[in-house]
């Protein structure tokens, strides 16, 4: 039985907890329906964002590049998600986007195929969704409005011309060259692309001998370990193809400390791709022997195409991003020092 003094304090702490509460969450609701007030007072446009991860260099630069394109002064409000390399976070992501109603969602799919469920409520809540440098794989194209990224088969294609016409200038065009590739997440556009691109080149040279492809999901932790258990399984290694920077990071410290070589003048050519800058200073110095860029700076892109659609416009199925190809002749000190990313 509690005493009449036991039974105030135990009153009086009941309110100070619930005091405390709304000090610390009333004041964070009403901040959220303060801010939500204000952002439909200044007519801002709300975006959702759902960026697969922050596994890569080039993954760290679009995502600033988009953080700079959806700002408060450019008249958006930015919800901003990153689903850590896993499509289910992707998908709760999108319909937590949904079910706030933005005005428009953009994500960059981990992987193409899984999403036209969740694209389907997205279109039956009438909310555009853009895709950004990956794609997706559906049958019902008007499930999205269109796609701003990159041209992963032609950077494959890229990739082999550069191999075919560096053989020629070796004299090794006739010769047996075994190849390795690091691949990037299994079923991603940007894997799926620049596999198929390379091995159509690849299709054409009876010589060329791609040993193994091995996914090492885009990271250098995984292309350091993918690399290892090919120098152990191949005693001749020509070439690695690997599918991003990343994991040549990675791949590059493996073979150095099985007492190889890499570069222009090593053992083992190094093919890569993306084109950040640490990497194009290892193209400089020779390390890595030609780079296919993938440009990450896709915001200002994407913020054209909701200019677009705010007014109307018809826009295209897919945007291409401008790319080149980098090796020691054309990358120049002020390529280096302009470089944003
Ligand atoms: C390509 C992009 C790839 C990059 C990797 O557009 O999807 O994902 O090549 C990144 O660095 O992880």
Redesign the pocket.
Known sequence: MFHKRSYGVVVAGILFVLILMFIMFGSRLFTDIEEMNQVEKDNRIVVGVSQ??S?????TA?TESVQNAFTKENGYFLIYNNARQRQENQLKALRSFISQRVDYIIF?PVVETGWETVLREAKEAEIPVILM??NVDVEDESLYVTCV??N?EE?GEKAGRWLERELQKRNRDQESVNIVVLA??EG????IG?TVGFDAVAGKHENWNILEQKCA???STKGKEVMRGFLRKYRDIDVVVS?????TFGAIEAIRESGRTVGVDGDIMIIS??A?ESALEMVAEGTINVDIE???NQGEYLLRVIDMLETGEQVEKQYYVEEDVFTMENVTEEILEERSY
């Not at 596994?55 to 993954?59: K, P, V």
């Not at 991603?188 to 894997?191: A, C, H, L, N, V």
């Not at 599918?243 to 994991?247: A, P």
Request: charged content about 30%; hydrophobic content about 20%.
């Open positions: 697969l991860g596994e890569s260099g080039f993954r679009n960059s440098d990956r990224g990159s992963f950077e990037g997440t991603s556009s940007s894997q620049r999901e885009f990271t599918q991003n920077d990343d994991m791709f993306d950040v993938c440009n990450p």
